[in-house]
C-alpha cells in the first residue's frame, strides 16, 4: 500500500512520526514543510516540501493544490493521511476528488472542538480521528483513537 503523509511540521509531524508502528511497512512519501525540524527527523523518508508558510496563506493554499494534483497524479497513492494543519487542506480535497482514501487525525490538543483544517476537510474525508471522546460527540464520523502523543 502507498501512503501519502501531508502534515506541517512541528508538533503535526510529532504526532504523524508516533504512528510510525502503522506506516513503516508501507511504501510512504510525505510531504511537510521546508523546516530544519522537519528535514532533521525526515532525513531517511522520501519527502516533497511542499510551499509554506501554509496558515491562513491563499497564494501557498493555490500552490500546494497544484502541488497536490501533480503529486497524486504522479505518485498514485492508495492513503492520504494527514495530522495537519493547513497542508491538510488541498492534499486531503484533491484525494477525494481522485477517489483515494483519506484519513485525518486531530491533534491530542483538540479535546471538544475541531481545528480549522478539521473543519475544512470533514466533508470530504472517508475517516476522521480523533483523540477524545467530546469530538466523537459532536462530529457523527469521527472515531476516537485515543492519545497518540
Not at 6 to 17: E, T
Not at 27 to 52: F, I, N, Q, S
Not at 89 to 115: L, N
Amino acid at each position: 500500500m502507498k501512503i501519502l503523509i501531508a502534515c506541517s511540521s512541528g508538533g503535526h509531524l510529532a504526532q504523524a512520526l508516533a504512528l510510525k508502528p502503522w506506516w513503516e511497512r508501507h511504501e510512504r512519501l510525505w510531504v511537510t514543510g521546508p523546516t530544519p525540524d522537519a528535514r532533521m527527523k525526515l532525513a531517511r523518508e522520501r519527502v516533497v516540501e511542499c510551499h509554506y508558510p501554509t496558515q491562513r496563506n491563499v497564494p501557498n493554499l493555490l500552490r500546494n493544490a497544484r502541488l497536490a494534483r501533480r503529486i497524486l497524479h504522479e505518485w498514485k497513492p492508495d492513503v492520504v493521511f494527514s495530522t495537519g494543519a493547513a497542508v491538510a487542506v488541498p492534499f486531503i480535497w484533491q484525494a477525494h476528488s481522485v477517489g483515494a482514501r483519506t484519513i485525518f487525525m486531530e491533534t491530542v490538543d483538540r479535546i471538544d472542538k475541531p481545528s480549522l483544517t478539521g473543519r475544512l476537510v470533514y466533508p470530504v474525508v472517508d475517516e476522521y480521528l480523533t483523540q477524545w471522546d467530546q469530538l466523537v460527540e459532536k462530529l457523527p464520523k469521527a472515531q476516537n483513537v485515543g492519545v497518540v502523543l
